[in-house]
């Protein structure tokens, strides 16, 4: 087994588990994150000979442009890395908004764009996109975090389409509450009070889950049973009420 994958947003949550489970499988790993201290201590945590810890910040285009340029190519990229935004219309700055757009779908797309022709070259790989169940759903006061998942999930599935004749399966992941840092480091605390038990699920699931479907070359993954149950009714207007009212500070 000589495979090689490129995992982004690795150090911990859903991009860590994701290491785990191809290191179990013998896996090469190119793992990166932006966190110096973080990737460390990923990497003592994985302690796993054949992967290799890259610090960048993929919310710049120069990052991009260097992994693509000097990495080998993956025979399976998992675009992972991002973070939770939550602000109303008006509250998030210009240029933190093109930060953002960049670190979850136009990054993702041009990682994705600069190593191509060379998957296709060899006429054999994956590619996995982490996005989110809020790509389906309208998020009030998250409007900028569901517009980017719901750009990179159009792209994925688009592209699923494209590179299916030319063995080459596109994956987009749809989580919704998933047990992980990124609701403590966004200053969404309350969240882990108030989303009832019962909507969260773990990191480990939402990888097994979304794994089974990109071998299996599905284009899209709603991880967890109880998501699976609440997709036809996303768009309801008493979803999103009780979506607001769970989520809600106060
Ligand atoms: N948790 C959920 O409920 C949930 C639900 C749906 C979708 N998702 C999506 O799942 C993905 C993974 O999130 P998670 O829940 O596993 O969160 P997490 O535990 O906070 O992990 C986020 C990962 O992304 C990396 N990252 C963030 N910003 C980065 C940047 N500018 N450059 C490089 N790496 C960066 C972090 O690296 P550092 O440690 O170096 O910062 C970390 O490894 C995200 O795309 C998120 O939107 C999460």
Not at 7 to 18: C, D, P, Q
Not at 110 to 126: A, H, S, V, W
Not at 182 to 206: F, S, T, Y
Not at 223 to 248: D, E, H, M, Q, S
Request: glycine letters at 8%; aromatic letters at 10%; hydrophobic letters at 40%.
């Amino acid at each position: 087994m000589n495979k090689r994958a490129l995992i982004t947003g690795s150090s911990t949550g859903i991009g860590f588990e994701y290491a785990k489970h191809l290191s179990k499988e013998g896996w090469s790993l190119d793992l990166i994150s932006q966190n110096k201290a973080r990737s460390l201590e990923s990497k003592n945590k994985l302690s796993y000979k054949k992967a290799q810890f890259h610090i960048f910040d993929l919310g710049k285009k120069d990052s991009i442009n260097s992994i693509v340029n000097n990495f080998e190519t993956p025979d399976l990229i998992v675009a992972n890395a991002g973070i939770a935004i939550n602000g109303a219309i008006g509250d998030i700055k210009q240029d933190e908004r093109e930060y953002f757009y960049y670190l979850m779908c136009g990054g993702v797309i041009d990682l994705i764009e600069g190593f191509i022709p060379k998957m296709l070259y060899k006429r054999n790989g994956r590619i996995v996109i982490i996005s989110s169940i809020g790509a389906k759903a309208s998020m009030p006061k998250s409007s900028l975090y569901s517009s980017i998942k719901a750009g990179i999930y159009a792209y994925g599935k688009s592209i699923s389409t494209e590179l299916k004749s030319q063995n080459i399966s596109v994956t987009v992941s749809l989580p919704g509450y998933v047990r992980t840092q990124a609701h403590e480091r966004a200053g969404l605390d309350h969240l882990i009070k108030k989303v009832p038990r019962w909507m969260w699920i773990n990191p480990e699931q939402v990888v097994l889950e979304t794994e089974v479907a990109s071998l299996k070359g599905k284009f899209e993954i709603i991880p967890g049973k109880i998501y699976k149950i609440v997709k036809p009714f996303l768009n309801f207007k008493i979803a999103t009420k009780i979506w607001r009212k769970i989520t809600n500070r106060n």
